[in-house]
């Protein structure tokens, strides 16, 4: 219930959010956030879609037991197509999600071929709700995740995330020009997430994305809620 009512706070009239990214001090807080957000706008009967943008801990994979790669670099730069890297992801006794991994880190020789923001744009055509998992600090810079996805959910873990921080955080999304859209506050312990060894092996989802194409959906019950946020403004 905490999840829906934080979804349908940020979901227009109809019941739509397009596009929100989510950021904090912590991968697995932000991850779990993310995921449980795309869980309920699966429960409203959305397609969800959750973007990895941790390309350091692959928080979202981890969390969701998803490979990490091919993902999201492997697009931007030209590799393989969005088809390809989205996966299938369980959130609930049936109930899914899809996911895009976050993928390698960007070398040295790799050129972009896209940019988030147009892959961003895409993809929200297609998805009635689309998350992107940014935790600050870590290889995708603020500017990158905010031109993607302006509108941003802070979570700030009760007890540990100093008001510095958040005020140089709330001021660091302004200055790259985007806006601040609440702020989640974090009480319940941080989520474990697994190495990423344990995670299986690669698995397609192409049959299921040209399913969500013609606009096949399908809903089922409750979504699993890993953690739960105490609070919201």
Known sequence: DTYRQLYLSLADAASNLRG???????????????????????????HALVIDGDVTVHS?????????????????????????????A????????????????????????RSLRDAV?????RYDTVVLSAPWLREVPLERTVS????IVIVARTGRTTAVGLKRLVAAIAAAGGSVR???????PDPAIPFLSE?????????????????DNEAGPDANEPGKPRDRR
């Open 20 to 46: 929100v990214a989510i950021t904090g001090d912590e991968p697995s807080v932000v991850a779990t956030l993310a995921v449980n957000l795309a869980a309920a706008a699966s429960h409203q009967a959305r």
């Open 60 to 88: 979202v994979s981890a969390a969701l037991h998803v490979p990490p790669a091919p993902g999201t670099t492997e697009s931007l730069t030209g590799e393989a197509e969005w088809p390809e890297v989205i996966v299938h």
């Open 199 to 215: 995670v299986p092996e690669r698995t397609s989802l192409l049959p299921h994305y040209a399913a969500m194409r013609r606009g």
């Open 182 to 188: 609440g702020i989640v506050a974090w009480e319940a």
């Open 148 to 151: 993607a996805v302006p509108g």
């Open 90 to 113: 369980v959130v609930g006794r049936d109930r899914t999600i899809d996911v895009i991994p976050a993928g390698r880190r960007l070398g040295t020789s790799d050129v972009p071929v």
């Open 121 to 125: 744009a895409h993809l929200a055509r």
